[in-house]
């Protein structure tokens, strides 16, 4: 025995091919495993893997090959587009995006009518939704239809990310939390009045707004009633300033549709720009500081007549404007010499199906980005408008919005399929995408899957006790516009009025309708039940109790017959 138990034992295993399928269900060793998450393996599960992309062209020889392979690597990594990740909370296409300052929270809207929000903090790699739909005209009274309205523009505050300006499809704006509550809803104003001055809101739809750049209190939008109004989030009631484009094209009578406005200042808060585009082709420059009588600079065919200017912006120091036109042109203009654009390139345009296409410069203007009719994102020069980056997106589908956020370093695109992509790189950007990759999947339960667990005939376990009324989707409460219950299992409630189909009692019409025994009762009689206190204690003619004369009336019979009376001609 002893020799025996001296002996090595040889434990046999089992053989399998190189590339057999059955070795990834073998254990690779015994005992307690570590579970934690190979976040390298994560994020580089999220690497974009497309085509070279097309940059700037350059005359290179057929030598220099692999310079040029390299040259394209540095672009790429210059930018963060190596990563992304796939947000399909939407069922139609992304018109806007927004991001608090400290990039914590994200909102999108859709032509869906729903604003969908996404927090960064509790999102997986295997959890990637949104946690809470909100739609901004969805109303509280369940007898009253709900209106749907398409998402315009979404935008938090500059400098707080507590409320963000919701814009949709309405000529009423709405300051919402970042919770989804709507804490003002401003004024609509009268469609009657001619004189947009004497109107205190917008009378038409809204298509775009922005906020201040140094007041949280401010925020104004651009309105197809020819206006742009300027806001007090503390005041509902009414505008602060009114600002009345008048157009001088042909045939307007004097007005347009302002289609995008753009509010700039350069980071210490002075030489504040407020700059507009109209329907009609101009693009209009006011001082930010008011008063905003008149225009500083105005150019009346920046681009082509009715073509639909949804892109604008201000650089950060607020000397340099961009333009994306409906006319499949993007320009370049000068604040202090607003007359003619110093570039122009030509760029396709989706406007004509998509108004809400923007333009945005990069948080240091070191570059301006936007989307287009083929799903590619368009990194320009800021200088000369040229493709440093040219990358594709949604192949095939229209990029529609795109928006750079400063602190995340983070670039977020939506599209016409309804995706949203967080684009990052982990070498240049910041939480965001780049924190939901780094934490662990969420772990599965084998109960978080119903078909184990539940009877899907019915759609409860056959164990659980269930109060009734308890489970979400069976007590439907309220009535109809027409007074019919909601609840099918409660009968309709009968209205308590005398003008029911059913005869109501006389008890109940006695008691609770008043004057009811009037009904039957004859008017002169219930008239001289007050002759004798009319004649002790006049009401009226109290002056002249004295001096009345008194009231003789003719005693006649039925049988005899009144003095005759003459027949007048008509």
Not at 79 to 103: C, K, M, N, Q
Not at 183 to 206: A, P, Q, S, W
Not at 336 to 351: A, C, D, F, G, Q
């Amino acid at each position: 025995m002893s020799d025996s138990d001296g002996d090595d034992y040889l434990v046999e295993q089992p053989s399998l091919a190189p590339g057999d399928p059955l070795a990834s269900f073998l254990p690779a060793s015994f005992g307690q495993k570590s579970k934690e998450a190979n976040i390298a393996a994560q994020i580089e599960q999220t690497r974009r893997q497309v085509e070279k992309p097309a940059l700037k062209k350059k005359e290179i020889d057929s030598d220099s090959d692999d310079d040029s392979d390299d040259d394209s690597e540095d672009e790429t990594e210059r930018f963060p587009v190596t990563h992304e990740i796939v947000l399909t909370t939407h069922e139609r296409a992304v018109t806007s995006i927004a991001l608090d300052p400290a990039g914590a929270r994200m909102v999108t809207g859709s032509l869906d009518s729903t604003l969908k929000f996404h927090d960064f903090s509790s999102m997986t790699p295997t959890t990637l939704r949104a946690f809470k739909t909100v739609d901004p005209w969805e109303s509280k009274k369940a007898s009253k239809n709900t209106e749907l309205h398409p998402i315009q523009h979404v935008e938090f505050s500059r400098l707080s990310g507590s409320v963000f300006l919701c814009i949709t499809a309405h000529p009423q704006a709405k300051i919402m939390s970042r919770d989804g509550d709507v804490l003002t809803e401003f004024v609509k104003g009268d469609m009657y009045l001619r004189d947009m001055n004497n109107t205190k809101g917008h009378v038409g739809e809204i298509a775009t707004g922005t906020w201040h750049p140094t007041d949280q209190n401010l925020c104004v939008t651009a309105g197809s009633d020819s206006t742009l109004r300027i806001w007090d989030v503390n005041n509902k009631r009414s505008q602060r300033d009114v600002i009345v484009f008048k157009s001088r094209a042909a045939g307007s009578a004097g007005r347009t549709r302002m289609t995008a406005v753009a509010w700039g200042a350069t980071p210490q808060g002075n030489n504040r720009v407020l700059v507009a585009a109209a329907l009609d082709g101009s693009l209009v420059m006011y001082s930010g500081n008011g008063p905003f009588h008149r225009p500083a600079a105005e150019v009346r065919e920046a681009h082509r007549l009715d073509s639909w200017t949804g892109g604008i912006d201000v650089s950060a120091d607020g000397r340099m404007v961009v333009t994306r036109g409906g006319d499949g042109l993007i320009k370049l203009w000068d604040t202090r010499k607003l007359k003619e654009p110093l570039i122009k390139v030509e760029h396709p345009s989706t406007s004509d199906r998509f108004p809400m296409t923007n333009i945005k410069y990069a948080p240091n203007s070191s570059a301006i980005i936007t989307g287009s009719a083929s799903g590619d994102l368009h990194i320009l020069n800021p200088g000369n408008l040229r493709p440093e980056l040219v990358t594709p997106i949604t192949p095939g589908v229209p990029l529609i919005v795109v928006d750079w956020h400063a602190k995340l370093n983070q670039i977020i695109t939506g599209s016409a399929n309804s995706e949203t992509h967080v684009l990052y790189n982990p070498d240049l950007s910041n939480r965001g995408a780049l924190e939901v990759m780094s934490r662990a999947p969420k772990k599965r339960h084998v109960d978080d899957n119903p078909e184990f667990t539940m009877d899907q005939s019915v759609g409860i376990s056959g164990d659980s006790i269930i109060t009734p009324g308890a489970m979400p989707g069976t007590k439907r409460g309220g009535v109809t516009a027409s007074g019919k219950s909601r609840d099918p299992m409660r009968p309709q409630v009968q209205q308590i009025t005398p003008f029911m189909r059913s005869q109501p009692d006389a008890k109940h019409i006695s008691e609770n309708i008043p004057l009811s025994q009037m009904l039957h009762e004859d008017p002169r009689e219930a008239l001289l039940k007050y002759a004798d206190v009319a004649k002790k204690d006049p009401m009226f003619t109290g002056a002249w109790k004295q001096t009345q004369p008194v009231t003789q009336y003719a005693d006649l019979s039925d049988e005899e017959d009144g003095p005759d009376r003459k027949k007048v001609k008509r």
